[in-house]
């Protein structure tokens, strides 16, 4: 049997205070239907000195990645007022946004490695909008909308930015260091009820599942961007094919 590998480092930050409370993760790679995927091996904490830790791992192939950290504890509060931050940029090791760029980590054999990473503090500029569904015709929506939005990264790999979204008025809101990045919103009503015309012209209630894509492409440049709208067209029953349906940048969104 192959003794247990480890992972260890250290995470510095600019400003030269304890990296103390930074989470990090652990992603491994596996393969399913002869693709490779990555899924969360473990997370964890920096302690008071910065320094992390896995142990226990199997060989294989590993990358690092750092969550966003903000400098104040009441930073994600700020993010609906729309209030100036300032915070750390999730990274992949040894210091890249896009986890296609991130070192790949081979254990094997009881392997010891070590990746360290040092994060900079930078502004978190406010981004917002609205989702907008289309007209269904004649029907009538039945239950709550549910809708989730994830930040991903120039090469659609999702971040671990929090995005506020509000289900009754389609407003949302987050805060992103400058780069690249994908908003994807999906979701929708619980079910629709739908009228369907019979044979014999009469309107048959048919009450079927209905579910909303739909994106926007954004640069985030040293300011806030405002007025951003996302439609939401919506996803043909039965389809299993998943398409970024999405919308540019308006021509007015600009600093708050």
């Known amino acids: 049997v ?32 002869g693709r490779p995927t990555w899924q969360i091996a473990a997370s964890t904490k920096t302690n008071r000195d910065g ?36 915070g750390y940029a999730a990274v992949y090791y040894p210091g890249t946004r896009n986890r296609s760029d991130a070192a ?68 949302f809101r987050t805060a992103l260091p400058d780069g690249s990045y994908t908003l994807f919103v999906t979701g929708g009503p619980a079910v629709y009820r739908q009228f369907i015309r019979a044979p014999d012209r009469s309107l048959d209630p048919a009450t079927i599942p209905t579910v909303f894509n739909g994106a926007v492409d954004i640069t985030v440049a040293g300011h806030a961007i405002s007025g951003l709208r996302i439609p939401l067209p919506q996803v043909p029953p039965g389809n299993v094919n998943l398409t970024l349906a999405r919308a540019a ?4 969104a600009g600093p708050e």
Request: net charge negative; proline share 6%; aromatic share 8%.
């Open 104 to 171: 790949n980590i081979h254990l094997t054999g009881g392997d010891h490695a070590q990746a360290n990473v040092v994060l900079t503090l930078e502004p978190f500029h406010s981004i917002s909008g609205v989702i907008s569904l289309p007209r269904i015709g004649i029907s009538q929506q039945q239950g709550t909308a549910q809708f989730t939005a994830t930040v991903l990264d120039s090469r659609s790999n999702p971040l671990p930015y929090w995005v506020q979204l509000d289900p009754q008025t389609g407003a």
């Open 2 to 33: 192959s003794p247990y590998c480890e992972i260890h480092g250290q995470i510095d930050l600019s400003t030269g205070d304890p990296a103390e409370g930074i989470f990090v993760q652990l992603l491994h790679r596996s393969v399913e239907d």
């Open 249 to 252: 940048t308006p021509e007015n």
């Open 51 to 86: 320094g992390y830790h896995f142990g226990n791992l199997l060989d294989g192939v590993y990358v690092v990645a750092t969550q966003p950290a903000q400098d104040s504890e009441s930073a994600w509060v700020q993010v609906a007022t729309a209030v100036a931050l300032q």
